[in-house]
């Protein structure tokens, strides 16, 4: 099969490889029919995810076709069309049990914090991701479900993470009607928090970004106010502020380690602004926050070198909510929503890339090129 390989930081291309097999009674095969690139696979791009291995493929958002299934599933047959969450969870230990599916402790041999997750390094797990023409889908009885009759390929890979993250980051928010919401980043997962924040009663949404058209998308897709960071001397002073001088009732970090900058920078911190590896972001939402107010954190950290400023958090009385998204269990509520036409999540869609030209599409969406908010990759 033609597959997406790592083969060092910024460097990619499509090669062939071997089509993945059965290799338990509980596997099933899927012909990838939508994948997308996400944010944080820009992580791994740029080298900056630990044992991040050659020939390695990576993509943790994608549907398709079940093509092939091992002896003992039994939820899914050859021809099914399903969305895989993109957690690998075995569905039965203590924390999928709890429906965190995110922290399975069965499918990661390094699982003391986050379980298995596809195409994301050996840190997770080692499992190979969809931006291939076929993946291995393990578990298959538990991930998958079919895609619904009435919704289309290109909305139902968004709710394999990034719909699914925002919406996550919006509920650990813990909105009550009226709250005012800031939300850091206006990258595909802000951009769903925000909206999402609308849906759970928030009275005044705000995003804080310094790419002009991120902010428009903003303003278009999310119906927020927007700030560029970078046109403000502390934008944790216009913040309060624009606040009544109390700051946000909840602030959403969708920023986390920005892949952007060197090795060098996000290992020791030095370039501040949004900085991959660098607590600005998360420090920001920390100031920004009213006293007793909820800080949600959906970006993904990786080592952090520089200090977070957890005396502040606690001295003013601040809850910290955060971790990777249990998928499969937001789903419910996002299919109501969207059938109902309160969310069009391939709005924010500006790419369609065939996956003969990957390496194209990854190097676009790095360098943020022609206007790249949310690209997907057309498998078959």
């Known amino acids: ?82 969305m895989v969450p993109f957690n690998v969870f075995c569905g039965s230990c203590f924390f999928c049990a709890r429906g965190l599916y995110a922290n399975c402790h069965n499918v990661n041999p390094n699982a003391t914090a986050v379980g298995g997750i596809y195409g994301y390094s050996h840190t997770c797990g080692g499992y190979d991701g969809g931006q291939a023409e076929f993946v291995r889908v393990p578990l298959a009885d538990v991930g998958p479900s079919l895609v619904p009759d009435w919704m289309d390929d290109d909305t139902a890979v968004l709710l394999t993470d990034a719909l699914a993250t925002g919406y ?32 759970m009663g928030a009275g005044r949404v705000i995003v804080v970004d310094h790419l002009e058209y991120r902010l428009e998308k903003a303003r278009s897709f999310a119906q927020a106010e927007t700030v560029n960071f970078a046109e403000h001397d502390d934008i944790v002073v216009f913040l309060k502020r624009a606040t009544g001088h109390l700051g946000a009732d909840v602030v959403i970090d969708a920023v986390g380690a920005e892949a952007d900058g060197n ?19 998360l420090n920001w939402a920390i100031d920004a926050v009213r006293k007793g107010g909820t800080v949600s954190v959906m970006g993904a950290y990786g080592p952090m070198f520089s200090a977070v400023k957890f005396g502040d958090a606690m001295n003013k009385g601040l809850t910290l909510r955060m971790n990777q998204c249990p998928v499969k269990r937001q789903w419910p509520r996002l299919f109501e929503h969207i059938r109902n036409g309160y ?29 790249c908010i949310k690209p997907l990759i057309v498998a078959n």
Not at 172 to 179: A, C, F, K, M, W
Request: charged share 20%; aromatic share 6%.
């Open 168 to 199: 996550f980051g919006a509920q650990l928010g813990d909105i009550v009607e009226g709250d005012v919401v800031v939300v850091f980043g206006a990258g595909p997962v802000g951009l769903y928090a925000a909206k999402s924040a609308w849906l």
């Open 343 to 371: 969310l069009n999540p391939s709005d924010i869609v500006t790419h369609r890339i065939p996956l003969e030209h990957i390496a194209e599409g990854y190097h676009i969406f790095s360098a943020k090129l022609d206007g």
């Open 263 to 281: 090795l060098l920078q996000h290992v020791t911190a030095a370039k501040l602004k949004l900085q991959g590896g660098s607590p600005v972001a």
């Open 1 to 82: 099969m033609h597959a997406m390989v790592y083969r060092g930081p910024y460097r990619v291309r499509l090669e062939e490889k071997d089509r993945p097999v059965i290799e338990h009674p509980n596997d099933a095969i899927v012909r990838v029919t939508r994948a997308a690139i996400c944010g944080s696979d820009l992580h791994l791009y740029h080298g900056m995810m630990p044992d991040t291995r050659v020939g390695m493929t990576f993509g943790h958002e994608f549907v398709g076709v079940v093509d092939e299934v091992g002896p003992s599933v039994r939820n899914l047959a050859v021809g099914d069309r399903v």
